[in-house]
């Protein structure tokens, strides 16, 4: 079967009824978590307004900690989901290490929820040393504990994860073949599309960055438990840094990944591995790597040497993504007969997002920008995009695309336009809010602003009401793509 | 200032790529066939003239870095020290006894025009010591981290009140913890300690 | 002659005052303390050349300034022997700073400390000054550089502390307190002095890993820390190469 035969696209094998249901799982999980943590991002924009005056800086710090860490981690289960269920067209993805990831999950989502709304940790979704073991009268001890569980639980879950998938891809194809290095020597066989690029790509990161958190947190444990350990707040600072920024960028390529293998049947064209593909996509995965160090710019104690790559490396990172992907998605697109549905929309509306945020990520990535913009809500604005318009975008899109496939039902222009415009609005809205108050200097993780950052407080209130509009462009796509998760859900 | 100023070349460069992309999205309406060899001859373009700025950005802003100059010695040292949820500021190294609060810590008076070195750790967490003029605009930063001491060097050239705020999220009164400078002309306060 | 004597020694005692004691009193100081203090331009009194203003010293390049007493039968022999050892080792004497080495005690004069500077070996040392101060001198320096000399009775001898005061232009710069300058300090100094800018400024204390650390010759040593920021990616590559080496056949 030649991957990429447009009719073979549509006339994909069926999955079976077990990957269906779970895949189906992980998309409840996804509708049930979402909202609600888009609840809890209201309710800490509110907090700001200084609407909410019950919300003790406390929970406000422990609203953000679950929301922050919530959103990471279920757009990552997300993204892993839906890959999953692309790639079984190429290869053969067990089922077990889902269900185990599945089960983890909810296990480290049950703790983080504990730990945050009861025990009120507090320390933010990336913990950074030593803020944990210094909850200046906060947090329990016990809440500390379930914390640390929580990250265990999740880390082990989800490497378990990624190493199987890794398993299913090199069960199909030898490493250099799944990396495209054949294609950089202008050769076209065997064919690998580009998902699968795309996906060793990332899933090889992703063992670093979940190994670098495994790390940090037996530094942790250490100092937690063992009298008269110390760590070095440098070093800590540099894994914690390395495995966020990591993660949170791969969950974006494997949005991007998603993309490579969905958009071309709505467009009608092929999007085959070139060279340029192979050649970007391996040089994404040493940037990337590398670029984590633009979070230390202001440890002005970091080596010079380490900032400068910091910054040449955000830079160039920004190159693949341009001159390959989105080049790329725009020639797919350009003068197609595109079918319009709310997945392709969401899709390609989604790489809107990706350019956006990586224009605002850019310019802070800059060393003598980020002296002003560091810790702004300008660091917020620019990776709310890249997940909220973004990745989270690209990811309904596919999630929509998954459900009409196994239930198909017609679609509603009009309501899919106006879930669109809510969505995008709504989106766009609060997110103008956030860059503006941080290009006002208006500092980030602030539950309450002083008169002196009063500007902070008329943009959170009017970013409420652009999270309202979000919402309601969320029920309308929680409805329509509910409905076909149902009926998908009953299928024999 | 030059956040805003980034801030108005943010929203033209976002306009640009919304307005490219709202273009390839109509075009749609009007199917045709992709050259594919003019895809290539547009992404090599793309390439070369792509990473072409982002090389010359990259020369112009990388010397801008705002990290301590070897060749240049400050006039003045201040001493920084961070903690849940306070800022120690002096003019001399702080003893423990100022840092846990028993002796009060002198506060130095600055003079606009003096290059100023300051010395900033912390007592406990990861901090962050940001300068704010008395109009809210965040004029430098640096961290403040615990075992380590960031040396941030800044040029004050209005007299004033100056705010300092923590930069780094620190706990649950991250967003009280405040700190402040005095900036006097430079001929009122000629006595160096 | 007894008389004599007895007036000698009586005017020795008179004349070796107790010295205004820095706030730490009787304590070695705190070497962050009088980091960057401005430091009065004392008279240096030398054998066999005019004397100089420290000024015209400090001016050219850096000093390194220490407090000794010739009479002294405690720790100034050992402090001097080792910032000779330590200046050796390093290099630079002379060219890129200079070593002041003061009497404190009235008791002492140029001629004494000529005969200091003799007995270590150093008289013609390249750099080196050995030099007395006027007490007004000794009294106004002192305590800039938190310095202090007391009178002990039963040993006849003066308590005070070792230490060596870098000097750059009128201001202090570093302070090495202890009876023993070590090379290793003795070079972090100088590159301070030289307007040396080492990003990594960690304060002392005992840490599990870092990833650098700052040693004598200048250059920094990698520690254990920089193992473990390498080792989740080495971690993943090998793991990648693992997983794909175990893969059946192609379907």
Same mark, same amino acid.
Not at chain 1, 9 to 18: E, F, Q, R, V, Y
Not at chain 2, 134 to 142: P, S
Not at chain 2, 169 to 179: E, I, L
């Given at each position: 079967?030649?991957?990429?035969?447009?009719?073979?696209?549509?006339?994909?094998?069926?999955?079976?009824?077990?990957?269906?249901?779970?895949?189906?799982?992980?998309?409840?999980?996804?509708?049930?978590?979402?909202?609600?943590?888009?609840?809890?991002?209201?309710?800490?924009?509110?907090?700001?307004?200084? @609407?909410?005056?019950?919300?003790?800086?406390?929970?406000?710090?422990?609203?953000?900690?679950?929301?922050?860490?919530?959103?990471?981690?279920?757009?990552?289960?997300? #993204?892993?989901?839906?890959?999953?269920?692309?790639?079984?067209?190429?290869?053969?993805?067990?089922?077990?290490?889902?269900?185990?990831?599945?089960?983890?999950?909810?296990?480290?989502?049950?703790?983080?929820?504990?730990?945050?709304?009861?025990?009120?940790? *507090?320390? !933010?979704?990336?913990?950074?040393?030593?803020?944990?073991?210094?909850?200046?009268?906060?947090?329990?001890?016990?809440?500390? !504990?379930?914390?640390?569980?929580?990250?265990?639980?999740?880390?082990? !879950?989800?490497?378990?994860?990624?190493?199987?998938?890794?398993? #299913?891809?090199?069960?199909?194809?030898?490493?250099? #073949?799944?990396?495209?290095?054949?294609?950089?020597?202008?050769?076209?066989?065997?064919?690998?599309?580009?998902?699968?690029?795309?996906?060793?790509?990332?899933?090889?990161?992703?063992?670093?960055?979940?190994?670098?958190?495994?790390?940090?947190?037996?530094?942790?444990?250490?100092?937690?438990?063992?009298?008269?350990?110390?760590?070095?707040?440098?070093?800590?600072?540099?894994?914690?840094?390395?495995?966020?920024?990591?993660?949170?960028?791969?969950?974006?390529?494997?949005?991007?990944?998603?993309?490579?293998?969905?958009?071309? /049947?709505?467009?009608?064209?092929? @999007?085959?591995?070139?060279?340029?593909? /192979?050649?970007? @996509?391996?040089?994404?995965?040493?940037?990337?790597?590398?670029?984590?160090?633009?979070?230390?710019?202001?440890?002005?104690?970091?080596?010079? /040497?380490?900032?400068?790559?910091?910054?040449?490396?955000?830079?160039?990172?920004?190159?693949?993504?341009?001159?390959?992907?989105?080049?790329?998605?725009?020639?797919?697109?350009? *003068?197609?007969?595109?079918?319009?549905?709310?997945?392709?929309?969401?899709?390609?509306?989604?790489?809107?997002?990706?350019?956006?945020?990586?224009?605002?990520?850019?310019?802070?990535?800059?060393?003598?920008?980020?002296?002003?913009?560091?810790?702004?809500?300008?660091?917020?604005?620019?990776?709310?995009?890249?997940?909220?318009?973004?990745?989270?975008?690209?990811?309904? *899109?596919?999630?929509?695309?998954?459900?009409?496939?196994?239930?198909?039902?017609?679609?509603?222009?009009?309501?899919?336009?106006?879930?669109?415009?809510?969505?995008?609005?709504?989106?766009?809205?609060?997110?103008?809010?956030?860059?503006?108050? !941080?290009?006002?200097?208006?500092?980030?993780?602030?539950?309450?602003?002083?008169?002196?950052?009063?500007?902070?407080?008329?943009?959170?209130?009017?970013?409420?009401?652009?999270?309202?509009?979000?919402?309601?462009?969320?029920?309308?796509?929680?409805?329509?793509?509910?409905?076909?998760?149902?009926?998908? @859900?009953?299928?024999? | 200032?030059?956040?805003?100023?980034?801030?108005?070349?943010?929203?033209?460069?976002?306009?640009?790529?919304?307005?490219?992309?709202?273009?390839?999205?109509?075009?749609?309406?009007?199917?045709?066939?992709?050259?594919?060899?003019?895809?290539?001859?547009?992404?090599?373009?793309?390439?070369?003239?792509?990473?072409?700025?982002?090389?010359?950005?990259?020369?112009?802003?990388?010397?801008?870095?705002?990290?301590?100059?070897?060749?240049?010695?400050?006039?003045?040292?201040?001493?920084?020290?961070?903690?849940?949820?306070?800022?120690?500021?002096?003019?001399?190294?702080?003893?423990?006894?100022?840092?846990?609060?028993?002796?009060?810590?002198?506060?130095?008076?600055?003079?606009?025009?003096?290059?100023?070195?300051?010395?900033?750790?912390?007592?406990?967490?990861?901090?962050?010591?940001?300068?704010?003029?008395?109009?809210?605009?965040?004029?430098?930063?640096?961290?403040?981290?615990?075992?380590?001491?960031?040396?941030?060097?800044?040029?004050?050239?209005?007299?004033?009140?100056?705010?300092?705020?923590?930069?780094?999220?620190?706990?649950?009164?991250?967003?009280?913890?405040?700190?402040?400078?005095?900036?006097?002309?430079?001929?009122?306060?000629?006595?160096?300690? | 002659?007894?008389?004599?004597?007895?007036?000698?020694?009586?005017?020795?005692?008179?004349?070796?005052?107790?010295?205004?004691?820095?706030?730490?009193?009787?304590?070695?100081?705190?070497?962050?303390?009088?980091?960057?203090?401005?430091?009065?331009?004392?008279?240096?009194?030398?054998?066999?050349?005019?004397?100089?203003?420290?000024?015209?010293?400090?001016?050219?390049?850096?000093?390194?300034?220490?407090?000794?007493?010739?009479?002294?039968?405690?720790?100034?022999?050992?402090?001097?022997?080792?910032?000779?050892?330590?200046?050796?080792?390093?290099? =630079?004497?002379?060219?890129?700073?200079?070593?002041?080495?003061?009497?404190?005690?009235?008791?002492?004069?140029?001629?004494?400390?000529?005969?200091?500077?003799?007995?270590?070996?150093?008289?013609?040392?390249? &750099?080196?000054?050995?030099?007395?101060?006027?007490?007004?001198?000794?009294?106004?320096?002192?305590?800039?550089?938190?310095?202090?000399?007391?009178?002990?009775?039963?040993?006849?001898?003066?308590?005070?502390?070792?230490?060596?005061?870098?000097?750059?232009?009128?201001?202090?710069?570093?302070?090495?307190?202890?009876?023993?300058?070590?090379?290793?300090?003795?070079?972090?100094?100088?590159?301070?002095?030289? =307007?040396?800018?080492?990003?990594?400024?960690?304060?002392?204390?005992?840490?599990?890993?870092?990833?650098?650390?700052?040693?004598?010759? &200048?250059?920094?040593?990698?520690?254990?820390?920089?193992?473990?920021?390498?080792?989740?990616?080495?971690?993943? =590559?090998?793991?990648?190469?693992?997983?794909?080496?175990?893969? &059946?056949?192609?379907?």
């Amino acid at each position: 079967m030649n991957p990429t035969n447009l009719s073979a696209l549509t006339n994909a094998k069926p999955p079976s009824a077990a990957l269906r249901r779970l895949t189906l799982a992980w998309f409840a999980i996804m509708f049930l978590l979402f909202p609600i943590l888009v609840l809890l991002g209201l309710v800490m924009r509110a907090g700001q307004s200084n @609407w909410l005056h019950k919300l003790s800086p406390e929970y406000f710090y422990a609203v953000m900690t679950l929301h922050g860490l919530g959103m990471v981690g279920l757009w990552f289960v997300a #993204a892993m989901a839906v890959l999953s269920y692309v790639l079984k067209r190429y290869v053969s993805v067990s089922l077990w290490a889902s269900r185990l990831a599945m089960a983890l999950t909810v296990l480290g989502v049950g703790l983080l929820i504990a730990c945050t709304l009861v025990g009120k940790f *507090g320390a !933010g979704w990336y913990f950074l040393y030593p803020l944990p073991l210094h909850p200046g009268g906060a947090w329990p001890a016990w809440s500390i !504990g379930a914390f640390f569980a929580a990250i265990g639980v999740l880390g082990v !879950g989800w490497l378990v994860w990624v190493l199987d998938l890794m398993r #299913a891809v090199s069960r199909r194809y030898s490493l250099t #073949a799944s990396l495209g290095w054949h294609y950089l020597r202008g050769r076209t066989e065997p064919e690998v599309p580009p998902v699968v690029i795309i996906t060793t790509v990332t899933l090889i990161a992703m063992v670093a960055a979940l190994i670098s958190a495994v790390i940090v947190l037996v530094l942790f444990l250490m100092e937690w438990l063992k009298p008269g350990f110390t760590n070095d707040a440098l070093l800590m600072k540099n894994l914690t840094f390395f495995f966020g920024h990591l993660l949170v960028n791969l969950t974006l390529y494997l949005g991007v990944a998603v993309l490579y293998e969905l958009m071309p /049947a709505y467009c009608g064209r092929p @999007w085959k591995t070139t060279r340029y593909v /192979a050649l970007a @996509w391996n040089a994404v995965l040493l940037l990337v790597i590398l670029a984590f160090m633009h979070h230390l710019y202001m440890d002005f104690v970091q080596l010079h /040497a380490f900032q400068v790559i910091g910054q040449i490396s955000s830079y160039l990172t920004s190159v693949p993504a341009a001159v390959v992907t989105i080049l790329g998605l725009l020639a797919l697109v350009y *003068g197609a007969k595109v079918r319009w549905t709310l997945a392709s929309l969401l899709l390609f509306l989604g790489v809107v997002g990706w350019v956006i945020g990586g224009i605002g990520a850019v310019i802070d990535s800059t060393i003598v920008a980020n002296l002003r913009y560091h810790n702004t809500l300008w660091v917020p604005a620019h990776f709310h995009t890249y997940y909220l318009m973004g990745v989270v975008l690209m990811l309904m *899109g596919a999630v929509f695309h998954v459900c009409q496939e196994l239930a198909p039902m017609p679609e509603n222009p009009g309501r899919t336009r106006l879930t669109i415009v809510l969505l995008c609005l709504g989106g766009y809205g609060f997110l103008m809010t956030f860059y503006y108050a !941080g290009a006002h200097s208006v500092p980030r993780r602030y539950s309450s602003y002083p008169e002196l950052l009063s500007k902070g407080v008329t943009a959170a209130q009017v970013s409420t009401f652009f999270i309202v509009l979000f919402l309601a462009g969320l029920v309308l796509y929680l409805w329509e793509t509910g409905k076909r998760w149902r009926k998908a @859900w009953l299928l024999p | 200032m030059l956040q805003e100023n980034l801030f108005y070349l943010f929203l033209i460069l976002a306009g640009l790529a919304v307005a490219v992309f709202i273009y390839v999205g109509l075009s749609t309406r009007r199917p045709r066939t992709l050259e594919y060899a003019a895809v290539n001859h547009l992404r090599k373009r793309l390439f070369l003239w792509f990473t072409g700025i982002l090389v010359l950005f990259l020369a112009l802003t990388l010397p801008l870095m705002p990290y301590p100059n070897a060749e240049q010695r400050p006039d003045r040292v201040i001493h920084v020290d961070a903690k849940q949820f306070a800022f120690l500021i002096s003019a001399n190294p702080i003893t423990p006894d100022e840092a846990s609060g028993e002796e009060p810590v002198d506060q130095p008076t600055l003079n606009t025009g003096e290059l100023i070195e300051f010395r900033v750790t912390s007592l406990d967490v990861t901090h962050g010591f940001g300068i704010y003029d008395a109009d809210g605009n965040l004029l430098a930063q640096t961290q403040a981290m615990p075992g380590y001491v960031n040396r941030l060097r800044y040029r004050f050239t209005q007299p004033g009140t100056y705010s300092v705020l923590c930069m780094e999220f620190c706990g649950m009164a991250h967003q009280v913890m405040r700190g402040s400078l005095k900036v006097v002309a430079a001929d009122t306060n000629k006595a160096k300690p | 002659m007894a008389a004599a004597l007895w007036l000698v020694v009586a005017g020795g005692m008179v004349r070796a005052q107790p010295a205004p004691v820095a706030p730490d009193l009787l304590r070695p100081p705190d070497e962050n303390r009088y980091v960057d203090r401005a430091v009065p331009d004392v008279l240096l009194l030398r054998p066999a050349e005019p004397s100089v203003r420290l000024s015209n010293l400090w001016d050219q390049r850096p000093v390194l300034f220490t407090f000794v007493f010739t009479r002294c039968a405690g720790i100034c022999s050992p402090l001097l022997h080792s910032l000779k050892a330590a200046t050796a080792k390093v290099g =630079g004497a002379g060219t890129d700073y200079q070593v002041v080495v003061a009497s404190f005690d009235a008791r002492d004069g140029p001629a004494t400390m000529a005969a200091m500077a003799h007995d270590l070996g150093l008289e013609k040392a390249p &750099g080196w000054t050995f030099a007395a101060l006027s007490t007004e001198d000794v009294q106004r320096l002192a305590p800039t550089i938190g310095f202090w000399y007391r009178w002990d009775e039963t040993s006849q001898q003066f308590d005070h502390p070792a230490m060596v005061v870098a000097m750059d232009h009128g201001r202090t710069a570093r302070l090495l307190v202890g009876g023993e300058v070590s090379p290793v300090r003795l070079q972090e100094v100088m590159d301070q002095l030289h =307007g040396k800018l080492v990003s990594i400024y960690p304060l002392p204390g005992k840490v599990a890993f870092r990833c650098f650390e700052y040693n004598a010759d &200048g250059r920094l040593r990698l520690h254990w820390g920089i193992l473990l920021m390498l080792l989740p990616s080495l971690a993943a =590559g090998a793991l990648t190469v693992l997983i794909f080496q175990r893969r &059946g056949r192609r379907d």
